[in-house]
């Protein structure tokens, strides 16, 4: 998924699923995975349907200690349907940790095989610091691979 997308989140905290993530195989998707990123302050969502949810958490149970598990993703995420609108509700447990609340203006920002959802004001300022960036030889080098 790329790009980045604009809405306001509704009142009843919906948000719309923008058109450019929601193509292809993603639409044999009926759910999403939305956890809280705490190191970037957003939220993350990953298309799914909710068979393919409970077998990842399942798996990762597996994969990791039980503490870590439960509390570091279980703890800051939630399986969701996706409407007959293309919208996921957003559960205010979750959105209060990203400063996401009704009527706030958020990005929805296309991160391969996710997609993010910013507080418009918080994505600003993070657009704006990595403006400050020179990435031109970043961009050189894997030019050249």
């Known amino acids: 998924m790329m790009g980045t997308y604009y809405y306001r989140v509704a009142n009843d905290m919906r948000i719309y699923i923008p058109s450019a993530f929601f193509d292809g195989v993603l639409m044999q998707s009926d759910a999403v995975i939305i956890f809280h990123n705490e190191f970037e302050n957003c939220l993350g969502?990953?298309?799914t349907t909710f068979k393919e949810s409970e077998e990842k958490i399942m798996k990762l149970r597996a994969e990791t200690e039980p503490f870590e598990s439960d509390c570091h993703v279980h703890g800051?995420?939630?399986?969701?349907?996706?409407d007959s609108r293309r919208r996921i509700y957003i559960p205010r447990r979750i959105a209060n940790n990203?400063?996401?609340t009704p009527g706030c203006d958020v990005a929805c920002v296309g991160v391969g095989d996710r997609f993010e959802?910013?507080?418009k004001s918080r994505w600003?300022?993070?657009q704006s610091e990595m403006d400050k960036i020179d990435i031109s030889s970043a961009i050189s080098y894997f030019l050249s691979l």
């Open 98 to 100: 990203a400063n996401i």
């Open 124 to 126: 600003d300022f993070i």
């Open 76 to 82: 800051v995420s939630v399986t969701v349907a996706i």
């Open 45 to 47: 969502v990953y298309f």
């Open 117 to 119: 959802i910013w507080e």
